[in-house]
Nanobody, 123 residues
Framework: EVELVESGGGSVQPGGSLKLSCVLS????????LGWIRQTSEKERERLVY????????YYADSVRGRFTVSQDNAKNTMFLQMNNLKPEDTGMYFC????????????????WGQGTQVTVSS
């Protein structure tokens, strides 16, 4: 069974940085499309970035392009999200997601979800 575990969330002031991690266990990392989804307190979801396990290509939402960067450690089945110049509107629960089908990632209905990690940006 595939399991995703996120870590690295926290509270930061505007302009600060955080780095999130997501470890995939139970299967081959490279078999999945991967993404990060943010959910606000109003339960609105936004797909921030998606990539494929083992790939160095990633596709970002306009809201985070140039500030967020995704990277991978394939040997450790881990995906990272480096978040710089954080803004109050970046506040939310961040979920790591995985699915064998890109369409499911794009529609934010991936088969596998982590438990989420909270990011709060405020002064």
């Amino acid at each position: 069974e595939v399991e995703l575990v996120e870590s690295g969330g926290g509270s930061v002031q505007p302009g600060g940085s955080l780095k999130l991690s997501c470890v995939l266990s139970g299967d081959d990392f490279s078999a999945y499309f991967l993404g990060w989804i943010r959910q606000t307190s109003e339960k609105e979801r936004e797909r921030l970035v998606y990539t494929m396990g083992g790939s160095d290509k990633a596709y970002y939402a306009d809201s985070v392009r140039g500030r967020f960067t995704v990277s991978q450690d394939n040997a450790k089945n881990t995906m990272f999200l480096q978040m710089n110049n954080l803004k109050p509107e970046d506040t939310g629960m961040y979920f790591c997601v995985a699915d064998g089908r890109l369409e499911e990632i794009l529609l934010a209905r991936a088969q596998y979800w982590g438990q989420g990690t909270q990011v709060t940006v405020s002064s």
